[in-house]
């Protein structure tokens, strides 16, 4: 490996000089300087010092455009006066009781009323353990133990969450019966019997595998939007399908809305009028505090019940946390549909201004996405599931990493896989300063590319 660092790299270490010498620090008690690998890049991410609607500054100051917003969580930006109001009133009040408030119910009544797919549900301390409580629920309810997930699919930080969840050409097997892949060795052989990969987008492969292991399986979980993979939306089939198919074969159908709900009120599953068993929520139901719940048909959800004859365990010292929940309260409550369509209609702005610039660039690439949700590739081509994200990921190299430094060095913050998402801060002249410096970007990034990997360049 070449030890010489690459004058994109360099670049933004001369601009960020504070963050460098945190990330140093940070290594002395982090391994490897970090605490969340989905907030970790290389050479070091920028450190936060503050933030406030869609600016958020970094160690040597900078005021950055945030696309991130804590990897979709905040739909309002950073300190929205209502949220701050809410946990400032709370905390006074104490931070966390081992006791009902009124907060968790106006907050789970608001979303019963959204969600359609939600009658009853519970509050978790994160996504993660929403989808596995999700998962529990669907084993107890069918006595069955395997569980399908999509290929490129991610729900949390627990190994089936993350089976396949890279999909690498040389070991994932054949498009119609995907290998259980394990992303790293901490994997148990269980955790990948027990579960069924499914290529994600494929109506008719996925009927007939969820056909051909009907009889073990309790549960089928998709994202309608799949996240880690680059925002590539399901189609209304593929979703229906697999609707049909679990009702047929009596499988729980669980959607994992913990990023899409931002996309409208009652989420993708009002979208597309496909109604999952369980639907499990995370990120801004929490209002920017650690959150997650999963909620679905009274029938399924009433095995949590503490009157159930043998209820599935779930306590959790932080579910439903008090603080948590009035912070979510006043975050639900600021956002109605006009807000939703309003952020929706900024992301649709940004992709069509992020396309300009690949078009203008003649580097190929896209912008992929639905709602305000949207994800950079380096391809040209159609991407509708893991298998086409990843031969554009393959083919970019180290030019996402390049392309990601750039746009920080320009002042626009997004997840390292170049993940963008809008937020109600957020003003059409935020986008358009996205997109030129994605212009920007890629004019910086086109003699590399010639150089290194001319394949993507239009010839
Ligand atoms: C689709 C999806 N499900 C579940 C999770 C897990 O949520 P958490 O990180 O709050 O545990 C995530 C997190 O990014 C996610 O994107």
Do not use: W
Request: with cysteine; net charge negative; charged share 15%.
């Amino acid at each position: 490996m070449s030890t010489q660092t690459h004058p994109l790299e360099s670049e933004y270490r001369a601009f960020s000089p504070a963050s460098a010498t945190l990330a140093s620090r940070a290594r002395q008690v982090f391994p490897g300087g970090d605490t969340r690998a989905s907030a970790h890049y290389l050479p070091y991410p920028l450190s936060i010092v503050e933030a406030s609607g869609c600016l958020a500054t970094d160690a040597d100051g900078h005021h950055m455009l945030d696309f991130m917003n804590n990897f979709t969580s905040l739909i309002h930006g950073h300190a929205h006066p209502e949220v701050v109001a809410a946990v400032q009133a709370q905390v006074a009040l104490g931070s966390a009781y081992a006791a009902p408030s009124d907060h968790q119910i106006e907050l789970a009544e608001l979303i019963t009323s959204r969600v359609p797919g939600i009658e009853l549900m519970r509050f978790t301390s994160s996504g993660s353990e929403g989808t596995t409580m999700a998962i529990r629920c669907a084993r107890a309810a069918t006595g069955r133990q395997k569980i399908m997930k999509m290929e490129g699919g991610y729900h949390g930080s627990f190994e089936l969450a993350e089976v396949s969840l890279v999909p690498t050409p040389d070991k994932r097997g054949n498009l119609a019966a995907p290998n259980s892949l394990a992303v790293d060795n901490s994997f148990p052989d269980s955790v990948l019997r027990d579960t069924v990969i499914c290529p994600y987008n494929q109506a008719d492969l996925a009927g007939a595998l969820i056909d051909q292991h009907a009889n073990d399986l309790a549960a089928v979980i998709v994202e309608p939007i799949l996240g880690s993979m680059g925002m590539i939306p399901a189609t209304a089939e593929f979703l229906s399908t697999l609707r049909q198919k679990t009702q047929q074969h009596g499988v729980v159908l669980i959607f994992d809305e913990v990023i899409t709900l931002r996309n409208s009120l009652g989420g993708m599953q009002e979208v597309h009028a496909v109604i999952p068993d369980l639907t499990c929520l995370g990120k801004i139901i929490g209002g920017g505090l650690p959150v997650g719940a999963l909620g679905g048909s009274a029938e399924l959800m009433q095995l949590f019940s503490p009157e159930a004859v043998r209820p599935v365990m779930h306590a959790s010292t932080f579910s439903g946390n008090v603080l948590t929940m009035a912070a979510g309260l006043a975050a639900m409550r600021s956002l109605q549909e006009q807000d939703t369509d309003r952020i929706n209609n900024l992301a649709g702005r940004l992709r069509q201004g992020f396309n300009h610039a690949f078009e203008q660039s003649g580097i190929r690439g896209q912008a992929l996405g639905m709602g305000s949700l949207t994800n950079l590739h380096f391809s040209d081509q159609p991407i509708n599931d893991a298998r086409d994200a990843m031969e554009g990921m393959i083919a970019a190299g180290h030019m996402t990493r390049l392309l990601h430094l750039a746009m920080l060095t320009r002042g626009v913050m997004s997840a390292s896989r170049l993940m963008f998402c809008t937020s109600t801060a957020m003003t059409e002249a935020d986008i358009d300063a996205a997109v030129t410096a994605l212009h920007e970007s890629l004019a910086v990034l086109r003699p590399y590319i010639k150089k290194e990997r001319p394949d993507l360049l239009i010839p």
